[in-house]
């Protein structure tokens, strides 16, 4: 069985700080999706990544997919009350349509 | 944006009783997908289903489970005898043919057996 561990679990930060989540996995992934989900709403995709030590930026976020791609990582610099959410991250064993597998979520509370 | 609509938002239904789950996917996505995540716990893979037939279930998709695609646009996740523990938020998910699995998930609805 694949697993997809994130940690940490819970995060509660000033505005203005900077952290990084990570996901963490024994096995081998061909992608992994970053997704961000409010309370009683649908996962959002933030960002795919395919290729092992890629590197994507969406703004003040920056994502890794580890040289191995059995890991990954979400850093967000100057974090802002708006980025208050569950961050998951979900990886993919195939790109033919197979399932994706989530990790637990990193709950991220960031205060003003 | 396009985007993917799942109906109803909130269905309460009495133990045993049978519930369809609709779901719209974007419209030029072929894969689709039912998610749930009961409350605190992990997003589980329940079914995918592509060309008309399931390509892969998950343990949980039992013989009281099956999805539909009755036309063109929509996908259905029906539960024949509902259970407590199907107390859940269901996500719809589709993706377009492409190299990447990309998966856009709809808003939910909220199962609440009692």
């Known amino acids: 069985t694949q697993l997809l561990e994130q940690s940490p679990q819970f995060l509660s930060i000033q505005e203005g700080e900077n952290l990084t989540v990570y996901c963490n996995s024994s096995s081998v992934f061909s992608s992994l999706q970053w997704y961000r989900q409010e309370p009683g709403e649908g996962p959002v995709l933030l960002v795919t990544v395919v290729t092992g030590g890629e590197v994507k930026k969406l703004k003040r976020l920056t994502f890794q997919f580890g040289d191995a791609r059995k890991d990954s990582s979400l850093h967000i610099t100057a974090a802002q009350p708006g980025d208050t959410g569950l961050y998951l991250c979900?990886?993919?064993?195939?790109?033919?349509?197979?399932?994706?597998?989530f990790g637990q979520g990193t709950e991220l509370s960031v205060k003003p | 944006e396009p985007e993917v609509t799942q109906t109803p938002s909130h269905q309460v239904t009495q133990m045993g009783q049978e519930v369809i789950l609709r779901c719209v996917p974007i419209s030029n996505h072929l894969y689709f997908y039912w998610y749930r995540q009961i409350l605190g716990q992990k997003v589980e893979f329940l079914v995918s289903?592509?060309?008309?037939?399931?390509?892969?279930k998950s343990e949980i998709f039992d013989d009281q489970f099956s999805v539909e695609r009755p036309d063109g646009s929509n996908f259905t996740l029906k539960i024949r005898s509902t259970k407590l523990e199907d107390s859940a938020m269901y996500f719809c998910a589709s993706r377009r043919v492409g190299p990447y699995n990309e998966q856009f998930f709809g808003p939910g609805t909220r199962l609440t057996v009692l």
């Open positions: 979900a990886g993919a064993r195939d790109n033919q349509g197979g399932k994706l597998i």
């Open positions: 289903f592509y060309n008309n037939e399931i390509s892969e």
